[in-house]
């Protein structure tokens, strides 16, 4: 395989993920299977606009591997968007679920648009002609989707109703994130930003912080950014600095998140709000702190910015914001880093509640799905940090021994086919 700088985030993963095979002596016909994605799908379609003109969209899917169940993970809608880095996000969804410990396997999808730019009808034909044409790989057996970057409730739910009109009967378990009023879980649209919090606590605890004496920066003010500042900051936190696209702002005295989401929602941006200072990404990312949460894209921890990074330590709500130089640079800073495959794991452990949900038209409360959520972060975490203890490796490489581990046991019993 070539690797072009567009190919550069499946290639960081697959070299992990081959360094760590290699480390645990994990048989070679499992290493090589995870080395590629088993199914790769590049549709190119037509949307009517508003304004009658025909425009065509990329979009993609990709399965990385389906041993541990039918493959699972989000749909990203975003103009920078490429195959390489679906590839990317659908290899961390198989470590993540199996860390996770739920029966999935990893998949993603995107389609390259900005839907800040699209209208409500453009938005809606755009997701279901896409729903329409993943439908060879999606499935509530086969793959189920799940709302990432720029996409949300109502999108899931375009999906889920396309699915259903192919089938002639409604098939809520074909998506998780759902609204509530279709078949969406209790707890689901929180679950990413809950989990950054429980692994954020487990982690202050481990160095023996105090949440209460914690201060939080983080990076991101979207459904898993604003969402773990915020119930970090109900934990008795003190969130200092959070940002969006558009730059950051900052309080030492800590922010009123609440001020600051209304904001948000009036203006799209955090940017300008009131006592506070604003400050750009790049600023906000060096900021000291105790727990600095990154949740807005790939790639915001690099060669050239780990080193000016004073956080003690770093919760990764994003997938895949650490560049393999800036892991060790930190790393041998001493910052304990809880990895995306481990931090961010809450969206697709509430996702699988949703999903036998949907299965078995039986639902669960919020507080029992919320519990229940914790139960399993706080199990997979205690899991990889007695890992990364027994081999003084780091918390990463330690969560993907744990991931691999279940992985290469799977596919030695299944075998391979014929
Ligand atoms: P979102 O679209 O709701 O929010 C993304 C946020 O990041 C927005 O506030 C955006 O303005 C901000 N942003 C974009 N570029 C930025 C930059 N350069 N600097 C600072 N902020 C920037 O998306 P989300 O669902 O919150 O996802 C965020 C990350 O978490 C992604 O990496 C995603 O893959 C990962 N993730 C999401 C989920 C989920 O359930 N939503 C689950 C697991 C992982």
């Known amino acids: 395989m070539s690797t072009g700088p567009n190919e550069q985030a499946f290639q960081n993963v697959r070299k992990l993920i081959s360094d760590v095979c290699q480390q645990m002596n994990i048989a070679e016909m499992c290493r090589v299977r995870l080395m590629e994605c088993e199914r790769e799908l590049t549709i190119h379609f037509p949307i009517k606009m508003d304004d009658g003109e025909v425009r065509v969209f990329t979009g993609f899917r990709v399965v990385h591997n389906d041993s541990r169940g039918p493959s699972k993970g989000g749909i990203r809608y975003h ?19 199996a860390v996770a410990g739920v029966p999935y396997g990893g998949a993603k999808g995107a389609v390259i648009c900005d839907p800040r730019t699209l209208s409500q009808t453009e938005l809606e034909r755009l997701t279901r002609r896409y729903a ?7 499935g509530p057996d086969s793959d189920i989707p799940a709302p990432d970057v720029g996409t949300n409730p109502q999108i899931m739910a375009w999906i889920m109703d396309t699915y259903s009109m192919g089938r002639g009967y409604s ?3 074909v998506v998780t994130g759902k609204p509530l009023e279709i078949g969406g879980s209790n707890g689901r649209f929180e ?3 809950r989990g950054c919090m429980v692994s954020a606590l487990l982690a202050a605890k481990h160095l023996g912080l105090n949440p209460l004496e914690a201060t939080v920066v983080v990076q991101g003010c979207g459904n898993v950014g604003a969402t773990g500042a915020d119930l970090l900051a109900r934990e008795g936190c003190r969130v200092m600095a959070i940002s969006d696209s558009r730059g950051g702002v900052y309080n030492p005295k800590g922010i009123d998140l609440e001020g600051l989401f209304a904001r948000k929602r009036e203006t799209g941006s955090v940017i300008g709000f009131r006592n506070a200072e604003t400050l750009t990404n790049a600023e906000l990312l060096e900021l000291k702190c105790d727990i600095l949460v990154v949740a807005a894209l790939e790639h915001a921890l690099v060669k050239a910015n780990a080193p000016s990074v ?7 709500g994003a997938n895949g914001p650490t560049t393999p130089d800036a892991n060790k640079i930190l790393c041998d800073n001493g910052i304990f880093i809880v990895p995306d495959i481990l931090a961010n794991a809450g969206g697709v452990i509430v996702s699988y509640l949703e999903w036998v949900q949907g299965l078995q038209s039986f639902y669960w409360g919020e507080e029992e799905v919320n519990n229940y959520l914790r ?6 975490f205690t899991e990889v940090l007695h890992l990364s203890q027994l081999n003084k490796v780091d918390m990463r490489t330690a969560a993907y021994m744990t991931a691999l581990r279940q992985l290469a046991a799977a596919m030695t019993i299944r075998g391979v086919f014929p």
């Open 79 to 97: 103009p920078d968007v490429n195959l390489d880095e679906v590839r990317a996000l659908a290899a961390l969804m198989t470590l993540k679920t």
């Open 132 to 138: 329409s044409d993943i439908a060879i790989i999606m």
């Open 375 to 380: 139960r399993l972060m706080t199990s997979a």
């Open 310 to 316: 004073k956080a003690r330590i770093i919760v990764e």
């Open 171 to 173: 098939v809520p378990a």
């Open 191 to 193: 679950a990413t930003g």
